[in-house]
């Protein structure tokens, strides 16, 4: 019986760093998807063991266990082998570059313009005139490069 759950929880944890990964990223400062799905798996699993059908502590603490361990092992694959962090956390986007947007970058990772606007205005930017490019990170967040211009006023 434990080991079904084990095998449960590990699947669990899998698909949803699957899920993730496919729904893809939005902008703004948020949790990488590791730790948005840590936080919020782990979560579930615990009130699972507390409240679900199998109320057992023993089940609970076998279930984060295995995710701890899911996770760990994620973290050293990704650790040394790129080509397994590029498949898992993607690669930065350039959404836009020398005043001209990647508009099949922005339509595929559902960004619109004034996304990149907001996060110029972070910066101290009016317009777009004074970014010379903006790239969608692995984390979600929008990193804008300005003009040498705006950078030495």
């Known amino acids: 019986m434990a080991i079904f759950t084990?095998?449960?929880a590990a699947f669990g944890y899998l698909f949803l760093v699957l899920i993730v990964r496919i729904v893809g990223r939005r902008p703004g400062k948020q949790l990488t998807p590791f730790e948005f799905v840590l936080v919020f798996y782990l979560g579930g699993l615990t009130l699972t063991g507390m409240v679900g059908q199998e109320v057992s502590m023993t089940n609970a603490?076998?279930?984060?266990l295995t995710i701890g361990?899911?996770?760990?092992?994620?973290?050293?694959?990704?650790?040394?082998?790129?080509s397994f962090t590029r498949i898992l956390d993607g690669v930065p986007l350039v959404l836009m570059e020398n005043n001209t947007w990647r508009s099949g970058t922005m339509r595929k990772m559902r960004i619109q313009d004034d996304d990149v606007m907001d996060m110029a205005r972070e910066d101290d930017l009016?317009?777009?005139?004074?970014?010379?490019?903006?790239?969608?990170?692995t984390y979600g967040e929008i990193s804008i490069i300005p003009n040498e211009s705006e950078e030495e006023e």
């Not at 009016?126 to 990170?137: K, P, T, Y």
């Open 69 to 82: 361990l899911c996770h760990y092992g994620l973290s050293i694959l990704r650790y040394h082998s790129l």
């Open 61 to 64: 603490i076998c279930q984060i």
């Open 6 to 8: 084990v095998l449960r």
């Open 126 to 137: 009016r317009d777009f005139s004074g970014v010379r490019s903006a790239v969608l990170e």
